[in-house]
């Protein structure tokens, strides 16, 4: 069975850091592209990163871009985000995914997700 699982989620104020992961088994994801979406209460699903199945390629949502990092470990099907400089506003489900491509990802496309992590930030 595939599974995706994230962990790391929790309270934080803003400013502060987190970083998830999402351990990958059931199969091997080195070839997969893998990435983070995140959903906030009443609002749709978006991407958040991806990163491409070899880690050179990164790729990142506006609202994110140089407050978090991704990286891949491939010899663990572990992939990372860190969350540096939270806001309020990153408050939501956070979701790991693995497709073919990192432009599937972008597109918040994916053939596996997992069931998510909480992130809270308060003001």
């Known amino acids: 069975q595939v599974q995706l699982v994230e962990s790391g989620g929790g309270l934080v104020q803003a400013g502060g850091s987190l970083r998830l992961s999402c351990a990958a088994s059931?199969?091997?994801?080195?070839?997969?592209?893998m990435g983070w979406f995140r959903q906030a209460p009443g609002k749709e699903r978006e991407f958040v990163a991806a990163?491409?199945?070899?880690?050179?390629?990164?790729y990142y949502a506006d609202s994110v871009k140089g407050r978090f990092t991704i990286s891949r470990n491939a010899a663990r099907d572990t992939v990372y985000l860190q969350m540096d400089s939270l806001k309020p506003e990153d408050t939501a489900i956070y979701y790991c995914?693995?497709?073919?491509?990192?432009?599937?990802?972008?597109?918040?496309?994916?053939?596996?997700w997992g069931q998510g992590t909480q992130v809270t930030v308060s003001s």
């Open positions: 995914a693995a497709a073919r491509n990192t432009g599937s990802i972008v597109k918040v496309q994916s053939d596996y």
């Open positions: 059931g199969r091997t994801f080195s070839s997969y592209a």
């Open positions: 990163i491409s199945w070899n880690g050179i390629g990164t």
